[in-house]
């Protein structure tokens, strides 16, 4: 839901790249990446995430898991209009991801494990839950300065979970 807020919000990001332009999505369309436990991966799709409830967001990721891993995926989940992806490796222990974006999309937001680490908070240094999160984008479609907001977006939104 964070990850579809942020794209909501930096429209540049959430589309795709063909004959020679960025398309806008037609919508927020999150993919979601699932590693099938026989091997492979599939990326079904919530359409209109940013309107999705942060439950119903999270009974559909539920229901994706449970329904590719069993093999009774429905084909309508993995239609090809989605507009961003997600992955996260952090149930595999991965403190970041390096994801790879999966033409024609333009981004994927990655996200590792979440780990107690020390920061600083009003000059002391405190132990906190972090989580990293990466991007991934495509240059032909948009820029660095883009996805550094985008990112800050994604941050602020994640820090304030009562948003969501």
Do not use: K, Y
Request: net charge neutral; hydrophobic share 40%.
């Amino acid at each position: 839901r964070a990850v579809a807020l942020a794209a909501q919000r930096h429209p540049e990001l959430n589309g795709t790249w063909s004959d020679g332009r960025f398309r806008p999505g037609l919508g927020v369309n999150v993919s979601v990446a699932i590693s099938l436990r026989g091997g492979g991966l599939v990326t079904p799709t919530i359409r209109h995430a940013d309107r999705v409830t942060l439950d119903e967001t999270m009974r559909l990721l539920r229901e994706f898991t449970t329904t590719a891993r069993t093999g009774t995926m429905r084909s309508e989940w993995t239609a090809s209009d989605s507009s961003i992806t997600v992955t996260n490796l952090g149930d595999r222990g991965a403190d970041l991801v390096h994801g790879l974006i999966s033409p024609p999309e333009v981004a994927l937001v990655g996200f590792g494990r979440i780990a107690e680490r020390a920061v600083v908070v009003d000059g002391a240094v405190v132990v906190r839950p972090v989580v990293i999160s990466t991007l991934a984008a495509d240059h032909r479609a948009t820029d660095g300065a883009v996805g550094s907001r985008f990112l800050s977006t994604l941050a602020n939104t994640l820090e304030h979970p009562e948003e969501l």
